[in-house]
């Protein structure tokens, strides 16, 4: 069974179609690497996946969650969809007034009830496993683009979601940075979670040896 | 003319006749005084100012013609520049600034039921009394067998008007049997406040109790001595050679009759009048007995010092004042600033209205229409409706700043917290509001430094803060310069602490969270 599916995707912006009949899909544990220019609607489906934006045709299944443009997506259905999808954002988007380590533990005290104490042992695990322990304590803007893109990472790890999404993950790296991302991944994709990776960087797509889709102009092409 | 003034002596007809002739002279003297002030420019003026909001009978605009002044105290004005061969021009001046106006020179002579003080004579020249007042306590009907003096009203609350005679025998009765004084900025409202319970007695002169008891049936006036009091005009310390010679006009208008003429004309003559002109045209000074304010006037530190107590009071008023308005405008600004960012249409049109309204219209009105205005409805003790003035003006401000700093939270930042599975709620508790406050704190300090200050505005509906008390301070002493400086180091010192913490909080945040 496919992790994630996509079928016939349509967005809009305003009256302007942005991505039109997009499919694709992908399995539990696999990396899914969507390249293409910039303004070829990566991003988009990305954000509509993740439902920040809406869908305006076709469907998107992830597990036991649908969503398409008859049923628009309201209060409960979006709690379970994000409780199946992460997101890490090209800009991190970490919250400026916490420190790393809050930042991390945040959500799975208030959206999964975890308890505090469990919640913040497992987030310093996170950030261990992916090299950041020593930055616990350091506010998002203290951090370097790669302790900021990993702690991101960390975060949206912690609610455990089988699928996540990532947007343009090497944008904020040096190529030695990028190789240890790809690593990262592969890791993750071996412990059963699923990748869907926007960018345009053809060394870490080889790298992180993962499936390519193309994107051009709001449309998968292969 | 009234029936008052007919049944009281015996010779009341005589004067009826009498007052009617001096009347229509008057008028006929006013009206040739406005046609020799078109028609002679040249001739010189003799500029007097008084407070037209005192209204009558001392200096009212006419009711007929607003543009006109009258009064005993312009009829006054006018035997002065007559005797002076020159011709009254009146400048309006607010009642606690004439001592300060008369000094720089603004005009040649105040007169406005200015009082006779030892202070005014050392600083000031100051001509004969020309009117002698009693201090009047009065008091509910209902009340008129309990209240009778000043001693039987241990813990309540008398009203007078701030910066008088009237206001230092209550702060020393304060002193001696623990009634409180209350201060209004004008001589109606006190009345008012009086038959709606909101006082228990006032103490103002007779001339003023006397009307208001004839416009307030519910009200009576107490007949026991409770003080005695002069109006005089004012003049700059240099004018002395001037003032003598008023001096000598209002001596000679007190032997042939035109200053009784003058009060009977305003309904205001009787037999203290006759007395004090009797001693002063016999060359006695103008007190009788012992003398309210005959004690040697202290120095301005001896009375700041006297003071002092008073003013830390009103300073702690002033602060508990602003907490209280700040936190409810903080509370309720940051309700008014979610409605506007996650309200619905109708919601938002609402919030926006209120906000405008709230902006754009003076704090003083609001706080007038919350006081005096609702009265009728509710009445709301004088520190409660300053609290809600304050605290709604400042909520309107407030919600202005929130709304900006809600919407300066990067989307991005709403984003992450959406795809982590937060709800609106959440995301709203736990990082855009606490984002927004970051911001918001800079703007909130300045807020709060400004609403510390504006807290001097609710001085018109009764309550005493520092600035306030540090207007009666100075009028008691009659110079700013030393309770200026102790009202401003004063505000300084509640301020600065607060701006010191922001600032703190602020460093604080730049570094490490909490």
């Known amino acids: 069974m ?23 899909s992908a399995d539990r544990g696999e990396i899914v690497a969507m390249m293409g220019a910039s303004g070829s609607g990566k991003t988009t489906v990305l954000r509509v996946i993740a439902g920040l934006d809406p869908i305006a045709g076709g469907s998107i299944a992830i597990g036991d969650v649908h969503v398409d443009a008859s049923r628009p997506l309201g209060g409960e259905m979006r709690r379970l969809l994000h409780r199946r999808v992460g997101m890490v954002f090209q800009f991190h988007h970490l919250f400026a007034h916490l420190t790393a380590l809050h930042n991390v533990w945040l959500a799975p005290v208030h959206v999964l009830h975890h308890a505090r104490e469990a919640a913040e042992t497992r987030a310093r695990e996170l950030l261990n496993q992916l090299g950041v322990g020593h930055r616990v304590d350091a506010l998002p803007h203290e951090l370097s683009g790669g302790e900021a893109q990993r702690v991101a990472i960390a975060r949206a790890l912690a609610v455990g979601p089988p699928v996540l999404l990532m947007d343009e993950p090497t944008a904020s790296l040096d190529p030695e940075r990028r190789g240890e991302l790809a690593s990262t991944l592969r890791q993750l994709a071996g412990g059963g979670t699923t990748l869907i990776v926007a960018t345009h960087d053809q060394d870490f797509v080889e790298a992180c040896s993962c499936r390519v889709l193309r994107m051009e102009a709001g449309r998968v092409v292969s | 003319m009234n029936l008052r003034t007919l049944r009281t002596g015996t010779r009341a007809p005589v004067h009826f006749v009498h007052q009617r002739t001096v009347r229509r002279f008057s008028v006929l003297a006013t009206v040739l005084a406005i ?54 021009r009146f400048s309006q001046a607010g009642f606690t600034t004439l001592d300060g106006s008369v000094t720089r020179g603004d005009f040649d002579i105040a007169m406005s039921g200015i009082e006779d003080s030892p202070a005014r004579r050392s600083r000031l020249a100051v001509t004969l009394p020309y009117y002698q007042f009693r201090e009047v306590l009065t008091v509910r009907e209902a009340d008129a067998a309990r209240f009778r003096s000043l001693a039987d009203l241990h813990g309540r609350r008398v009203a007078t008007l701030g910066a008088t005679l009237a206001y230092e025998l209550l702060a020393k009765a304060q002193a001696d049997n623990g009634l409180v004084p209350i201060t209004y900025e004008d001589d109606v409202h006190p009345y008012s406040d009086l038959a709606l319970g909101r006082v228990d007695a006032v103490l103002l002169d007779d001339v003023l109790a006397e009307r208001r008891v004839r416009q307030n049936p519910g009200l009576v006036n107490q007949s026991s001595e409770v003080g005695v009091g002069y109006y005089v005009g004012i003049l700059a310390p240099g004018n002395a050679a001037l003032r003598d010679r008023m001096n000598e006009i209002l001596l000679q208008a007190m032997r042939d009759g035109r200053l009784e003429a003058i009060f009977r004309r305003w309904n205001m003559w009787n037999d203290d009048q006759q007395r004090l002109y009797a001693r002063l045209t016999g060359g006695q000074p103008a007190a009788d007995e012992r003398s309210e304010s005959s004690a040697a006037s202290p120095g301005p530190w001896e009375s700041v010092r006297r003071y002092l107590p008073a003013l830390l009071r009103a300073a702690l008023i002033t602060l508990g004042l602003s907490c209280l308005a700040m936190a409810l405008a903080i509370a309720l600004g940051a309700v008014i600033a979610s409605g506007r960012v996650y309200g619905r249409g109708p919601v938002r049109m609402v919030l926006t209205a209120w906000v405008e309204i709230v902006r754009g219209t003076p704090l003083l009105l609001q706080l007038f229409v919350i006081y005096y205005g609702l009265a009728t409805v509710v009445q709301l003790p004088a520190f409660l409706a300053a609290f809600i003035g304050l605290g709604l003006n400042y909520a309107a401000y407030e919600s202005e700043i929130y709304r900006g700093a809600l919407e300066a939270v990067p989307s991005g930042q709403l984003d992450a917290a959406r795809t982590l599975g937060f709800s609106e709620r959440q995301t709203l508790l736990l990082i855009r509001a606490p984002q927004a406050f970051r911001l918001a704190l800079p703007p909130m300090t300045n807020d709060f430094v400004a609403l510390l200050k504006d807290s001097s505005l609710v001085s018109v509906i009764t309550v005493v803060e520092l600035t306030k008390q540090t207007s009666i301070l100075a009028a008691n002493i009659g110079s700013w310069v030393v309770p200026g400086a102790v009202c401003a180091a004063l505000y300084l010192m509640l301020s600065l602490p607060i701006a010191h913490a922001a600032r703190r909080l602020e460093q604080g945040w730049s570094k490490k969270p909490a």
């Open chain 2, 35 to 88: 046609l020799v002030t078109r028609a002679a420019a040249q001739s010189p003026e003799l500029r007097w100012g008084g407070d037209a909001e005192g209204g009558a009978p001392y200096v009212e605009a006419d009711p007929n013609d607003t543009t006109r002044v009258v009064g005993f105290e312009v009829e006054i004005a006018q035997l002065l520049a007559a005797g002076l061969g020159r011709v009254p």
């Open chain 1, 2 to 24: 496919n992790a994630i599916d996509v079928a016939g995707l349509h967005v809009r912006r305003g009256a302007r179609s942005v991505v039109h009949d997009a499919s694709f």
